[in-house]
């Protein structure tokens, strides 16, 4: 059973490209399905055994070591640091205010504590994104008029020809 969960897990790692953080599916205990309870903790249904995924060993790690680097939660928690940078870019973790380092906004390159854009190009994208859907969706319908069509009353506009 569980090896059979390695493989799937390592099948998605490598050819889907989806980063799951290590999430427990099953119980080191007692081999049961793990259940997600919040914030990267996960509780075996028959035991009651707490794991966590990589998410939640990062989250713990920080919270008990405020301004702690990326490097030293690595080190910590055994989570990889591409893991962490991931999670920073996803917005689950932010920099500490008081740190130095910086990620960059991958429009603008100004200095942001997570994610990948700035608030500024954010709302830019989202904007162009918008307006790119309203493009789309006027570009194949036309709308109704108010105005009644000059040079039109009673002719007919529509013929069927055999």
Same mark, same amino acid.
Do not use: W
């Given at each position: 059973?569980?090896?059979?969960?390695?493989?799937?897990?390592?099948?998605?790692?490598?050819?889907?490209?989806?980063?799951?953080?290590?999430?427990?599916?099953?119980?080191?205990?007692?081999?049961?399905?793990?259940?997600?309870?919040?914030?990267?903790?996960? *509780? &075996? /249904?028959? $035991? !009651?055994?707490?794991?966590?995924?990589?998410?939640?060993?990062?989250?713990?790690? %920080?919270?008990? =070591?405020?301004g702690?680097?990326?490097?030293?939660?690595?080190?910590?928690?055994?989570?990889?640091?591409?893991?962490?940078?991931?999670?920073?870019?996803?917005?689950?973790?932010?920099?500490?205010p008081?740190?130095?380092?910086?990620l *960059? &906004? /991958?429009? $603008? !390159?100004?200095?942001?504590?997570?994610?990948?854009?700035?608030?500024?190009?954010? %709302?830019?994208? =989202?904007?162009?994104?918008?307006?790119?859907?309203?493009?789309?969706?006027?570009?194949?319908f036309?709308?109704?008029?108010?105005?009644?069509?000059?040079?039109?009353e009673?002719?007919?506009?529509?013929?069927?020809?055999?």
């Amino acid at each position: 059973m569980g090896d059979r969960a390695e493989k799937v897990e390592q099948f998605r790692k490598e050819y889907l490209e989806i980063n799951t953080y290590n999430r427990p599916t099953y119980c080191s205990k007692c081999g049961e399905i793990m259940v997600f309870k919040g914030v990267g903790e996960y *509780q &075996c /249904e028959k $035991c !009651g055994h707490l794991e966590y995924d990589d998410y939640g060993k990062v989250r713990n790690y %920080i919270e008990k =070591h405020h301004g702690a680097t990326a490097a030293q939660a690595s080190e910590a928690t055994g989570v990889s640091q591409k893991s962490i940078r991931d999670m920073l870019k996803e917005s689950r973790l932010e920099i500490a205010p008081t740190s130095k380092a910086f990620l *960059q &906004c /991958e429009m $603008c !390159g100004a200095s942001i504590r997570g994610g990948r854009l700035c608030p500024k190009c954010e %709302i830019n994208y =989202h904007r162009n994104l918008e307006s790119q859907a309203r493009m789309e969706h006027k570009g194949g319908f036309s709308g109704f008029s108010t105005q009644k069509p000059v040079g039109e009353e009673g002719s007919k506009r529509f013929t069927r020809e055999r």
